[in-house]
Each structure stands twice: as structure tokens, then as C-alpha cells.
């Protein structure tokens, strides 16, 4: 493994060798690792990347089934270095929009993540959990009309802070912006701004807590497990 990943890369001669490289690496999470033993990351053989506006940042680890997208007009797509983008997420930029993930972000698998017509951030260290949905633009659905034929709209960018987390399924909308250090639940889907180090729940989210009244939970006691 460590032999093919010094020549990994983007090239075809470089995609290859990541193959080889991935024949006995463990799956999934255990093989961010081979991300670390090349200064151009781990790129899967399965991923595609269809952007001429890609900057990747050194040792990124691009999972397998990742798209990597650019519709008309899309502005550029900036992945910052030690990020980890897992299985099957897309992310696009398409009318304008553009997409920066700061170093050492992670995206979980099946996010959406979809930046038209103004400007997506996501923070250094910040999480996204599974099937989360990023959109910074919303669609005209004025009567009469097709809604297809409607040309589409944003309140904003979305700006979310460093080491936030957000939980499984969240939605984010256009012109949001989170704080650093902020928890999004579950479900939750965010219309308006989160302070920063704060918990948020709901449809709309709502602040139910602020994260220093959290204490931890004491340490369990192996004997009695």
C-alpha cells in the first residue's frame, strides 16, 4: 500500500496506483490513513470529478462514489487540505455559486450539497453526519408559470463556523449562517442564524441549550459492565 500511494495522484498512471494501493487496505474510515502517505491525498478510482474549477488541498481523502460537480456557470470548488469527503456525497456548484470546506472537515456519506447562485462555507473542523442537505439558493414558484422555467433565488450564502457538527439529515437553507462550535440536531432544518456554541433543534431550528451548561458524562465504571 505504501509503495503504490507514492505515485497516486489524478493522472490516469496516478489513479491506478491508487488502485493498487486499495486492494488490501481496509474499507471505509480505516483508509483515511492511506490519505496521509501522499502529499495529493486519496483520491478513490471510483470517485469522478467533472469541475475545471477544482482545487484540492494536500492529503484529502475522496471516498468512493464521490461526485464532484459543475453545472453552468459554476463558480469554483475549493477543498481545503486533511478534509475527508466519504461514499457517495455530491456536491456541486452551478449559476454563480461556490463551495470552500476548510481543512479538516468531513463530510459523511450521502450529503447533498448544492451551491448555486451564492457561496457555501463549511469551517475547519466542522462535521457533516450522513444525508445532511446544503442548498444556497431556493427556486421562483410564482402563478402562472412552470416552476422549471423560473430562474432561482438566494437570501445569501450559508457560512457555517469551525468545529460545528451537524447531526444526521439536517437541511440547511440559503442565507444561514451557524456558529462556530454550534450542535444541529437531528432533522433539524435551519431558516435563520445559529450563535455560535449552542445546540439547535427542530423545523425551524430553535436554541434549546447553550453547550457549556452540557456536562459530560462521568466515566463508566468497567466493573459493573
Known sequence: MRFWMRYAGLSV???????????FAPPHK???????????????CWARMFHENLLLGDHVFIDDHVLLFQRRQGGAMHIGQKVC????NILETGY?????????????PKCQIN?????????PGTMLAPCCALYSYDHGISFPGAIREQPL???????????AWLGYGC??????????????????????N?????????????????????????????SHA
Request: aromatic letters at 6%; proline letters at 4%; charged letters at 20%.
Open 30 to 44: 480505516e483508509r483515511i490513513f492511506l490519505s496521509k502517505l501522499n502529499k495529493s491525498g486519496y483520491i478513490s
Open 85 to 88: 469527503i466519504f461514499r457517495y
Open 171 to 192: 437541511i440547511v437553507l440559503d442565507g444561514v449562517t451557524i456558529g462556530d462550535g454550534a450542535v444541529i440536531g437531528a432533522g433539524s432544518v435551519v431558516t435563520g
Open 194 to 222: 445559529i450563535p455560535d456554541h449552542v445546540v439547535a433543534v427542530g423545523n425551524p431550528a430553535r436554541v434549546v441549550k447553550h453547550r457549556r451548561d452540557i456536562h459530560p458524562n462521568p466515566p463508566q465504571d468497567a
Open 153 to 163: 433565488t438566494s437570501r445569501g450564502g450559508i457560512h457555517i463556523g469551525r468545529d
Open 115 to 123: 451551491a448555486y447562485v451564492s457561496k457555501i462555507y463549511i469551517g
Open 13 to 23: 498512471s496516478g489513479r491506478v496506483a491508487t488502485l493498487l494501493a486499495t486492494v
Open 96 to 108: 454563480g455559486g461556490t463551495l470552500e470546506i476548510d481543512e479538516g472537515a468531513s463530510v459523511h
